[in-house]
């Protein structure tokens, strides 16, 4: 398998424009996670899936942020509209089971800038 | 509100000598305990996870947990300047749909 596959890998935009972010599981895996890393803040939870289901949106700083998973293969993490702060690296992972004692494999991270 | 806590480092030691890194927890429910490595610009990567009291080795690496203090440790034995990198302690409640906390990390130095 090829792993969790985020794109793009670096995004570059201004300020006020919409950003989509993108995440493709490891395939049998049902739990999909975004991730924002931060120097200040660490690796933050912003939003849990199971089934395709949100199953935990608290860590979703706020309306500006959204997410969708429409099929066990793909996520889309949304930002409308960016702000600076926004500049992180959005990591996706994936993991087999939400109950379950297991581990979370992560993407490679789309490396977010907001001018 | 579940936390963990590291020491943010830089942890530096010599090329063959031992690594401690330490995280503490402050949620009792947590029952899952994983370590995580990640390299400067790169993805956080599995190394370790612990599920019980006391120590688990994998080749040079050493996991311990004793729950009653709510402390978690990672021993590298013979470190190598590729060793080099962040540590990420991240914990799981098993309780209903969990999900991983993370620490900040402990950056390890590792010179030749």
């Not at chain 2, 899952?32 to 599995?46: A, I, M, N, T, V």
């Not at chain 2, 620490?103 to 030749?112: A, D, F, I, R, W």
Request: charged share 20%; net charge neutral.
């Amino acid at each position: 398998d090829a792993g969790v596959i985020q794109s793009p890998r670096h995004e570059v935009t201004e300020m006020g424009q919409e950003v989509t972010l993108r995440c493709k599981p490891i395939s049998g895996h049902n739990s999909l996670f975004w991730y924002r890393q931060t120097m200040m803040r660490g690796l933050e939870l912003l939003i849990y899936f199971n089934n395709n289901v949100p199953i935990d949106d608290s860590g979703m700083p706020e309306d500006r942020f959204s997410a969708k998973m429409p099929n066990a293969s793909f996520s889309t993490l949304k930002i409308q509209p960016s702000e600076p702060r926004d500049s992180a690296v959005y990591f996706c992972a994936s993991s087999l089971g939400g109950r379950q004692n297991t581990e979370a494999f992560f993407g490679q991270g789309t490396r977010l800038t907001v001018v | 509100q579940k936390e963990v806590e590291q020491n943010s480092g830089p942890l530096s030691v010599p090329e063959g000598a031992i690594a401690s890194l330490n995280c503490t927890y402050s949620d009792r429910g947590s029952q899952s305990f994983f370590w995580y490595r990640q390299y400067s610009g790169k993805s956080p990567e599995l190394i370790m996870s612990i599920y019980s009291n006391g120590d688990k080795e994998d080749g040079r690496f050493t996991a311990q947990l004793n729950k009653a203090s709510q402390y978690v440790s990672l021993l590298i034995r013979d470190s190598q300047p590729s060793d080099s990198a962040t540590y990420l302690c991240a914990v799981k409640v098993l309780a209903g749909y969990s999900t991983l906390t993370f620490g900040k990390g402990t950056m390890l130095l590792v010179s030749p």
